[in-house]
């Protein structure tokens, strides 16, 4: 059995304690410790444990010392920058906030760590479902730029005001990962270079 730590448990690890640890559509899989430092998540997490049969820890060191064989990250870039090295010193780390990575120097110390601590950083394809397909287009020619569409609930940005679909940002990935860090997902319009 793999033994899974989660980092964060907003919806996103909800989803997967759900799908992972009740639903088990992972066979070998199961979800053992959950970690978040937040103090709205310190509140909330003691019901979850109880419920999906996990210990909660709020303190990073303690969840590395427990017995998982792989950190999945589901809180947002920031977590990712401010965890990677002291996770991949010691486990092995699935980061699904892969913007974290946009910053080619912080990548590197990322990868030097993995190499000397000999542990592995795993990035899914996140948000972009078929990633491949849109590359193996774009090398096809005719593709210029591509259009992601995403849609947060209006109390994921507390800086916004209204009832209202809103768009709130169209640029570059790069940029709306500065702007959005802590988000997950963020809508998008990404311009392909030529």
Do not use: W
Not at 23 to 40: F, N, P, W
Not at 62 to 81: G, K, M, R, S, Y
Not at 88 to 105: C, E, P, T
């Amino acid at each position: 059995m793999i033994k899974i730590g989660l980092i964060g448990v907003g919806n996103l690890g909800q989803f997967l304690l759900e799908k992972i640890n009740k639903e088990h559509i992972l066979a070998g899989y199961t979800i053992s410790a959950i970690c978040d430092e937040r103090v709205k998540a310190i509140h909330t997490m003691p019901a979850l444990a109880k419920a999906y049969h996990v210990k909660a820890y709020d303190q990073l060191d303690d969840f590395l010392n427990a017995d998982i064989d792989l950190v999945v990250e589901c809180a947002n870039v920031t977590a990712v920058q401010q965890y990677a090295l002291q996770i991949l010193a010691k486990k092995n780390l699935l980061a699904i906030s892969v913007g974290a990575f946009v910053s080619s120097s912080f990548y590197e110390k990322v990868l030097a760590t993995t190499q000397k601590q000999r542990t592995k950083l795993y990035l899914p394809a996140g948000a972009i479902g078929g990633l491949e397909v849109i590359q193996a287009a774009k090398v096809l020619g005719g593709l210029k730029a591509i259009t992601i569409t995403t849609r947060k609930p209006i109390h994921a940005f507390a800086d916004i005001d209204t009832t209202k679909e809103t768009i709130i940002f169209q640029g570059l990935a790069v940029e709306a990962i500065e702007r959005f860090h802590k988000m997950q997902m963020l809508p998008l319009h990404f311009l392909l270079p030529d």
